[in-house]
């Protein structure tokens, strides 16, 4: 197992264009994560997933923010409609339960 | 509401050093404590975790301890290197997500 994968690395978009992220995790990890960091900040979180089920979305999350997990396997974050105020590092992990937690490389997103 | 909080948040030690990195937490109702190191730009690897029944973890230099009961916890670094330049994180989760903290800056210097 290669660990958790998140592609693409990098991103640089336009204002108002919709982006899509994915998240491979660690093969029967039942949770997924997706967290974003700003410069100098730690990560915050924006919502989980066991198995295929969305369990918690954080009030960051917000109405132009969208992730899925379809078969409790990878992940997608979609954001439409991109502000500048998006640019960020996001990061997906995943776990067994309330175990040790797996971080990817993350994708940096530009909005210009 | 749970809150992490780190200090330093920067340090800059002389190779050689041993060194404590601080978290504190608000919420002693938390299942696992987690240090992380986050290099420049990248994401963050795992160094160490402690469940809620554990008081201490060790992996090669690095040691960290847990008070649940005073919502602390400490990374001991043993003999610093250059190449443990990093950001360090804490993060506590209960029964779902983990909350981290805003991190340690650290440089050690030849």
């Known amino acids: 197992d290669t660990g958790v994968s998140q592609n693409p690395r990098h991103k640089i978009t336009k204002r108002g264009q919709n982006v899509t992220f994915r998240c491979d995790p660690i093969?029967?990890?039942?949770?997924l994560y997706w967290y974003r960091q700003t410069l100098g900040q730690g990560p915050e979180f924006l919502t989980y997933f066991q198995n295929e089920a969305q369990l918690e979305k954080s009030r960051l999350l917000s109405d132009r923010f969208s992730a899925e997990r379809p078969k409790g396997s990878f992940s997608t974050l979609e954001i439409q409609r991109t502000e500048q105020g998006d640019s960020a590092m996001y990061l997906c992990?995943?776990?067994?339960?309330?175990?040790?937690?797996?971080f990817g490389q993350g994708t940096r997103l530009t909005v210009v | 509401k749970q809150e992490v909080t780190q200090i330093p948040a920067a340090l800059s030690v002389p190779e050689g050093e041993n060194l404590v990195l601080n978290c504190s937490f608000t919420d002693s109702a938390i299942y696992n404590l987690q240090w992380f190191r986050q290099d420049p730009g990248k994401g963050l690897t795992s160094l160490l975790l402690?469940?809620?029944?554990?008081r201490e973890q060790t992996s090669g230099r690095l040691n960290a301890s847990l008070d649940k009961s005073s919502g602390r916890s400490t990374l001991y670094i043993a003999a610093s290197q250059p190449g443990d330049s990093a950001t360090y994180l804490c993060a506590v989760s209960g029964t779902d997500k983990l909350i981290f903290g805003t991190g340690t800056r650290l440089q050690v210097f030849p």
């Open positions: 992990a995943s776990s067994l339960l309330e175990t040790e937690a797996f």
């Open positions: 093969s029967e990890h039942n949770r």
């Open positions: 402690i469940q809620s029944s554990q």
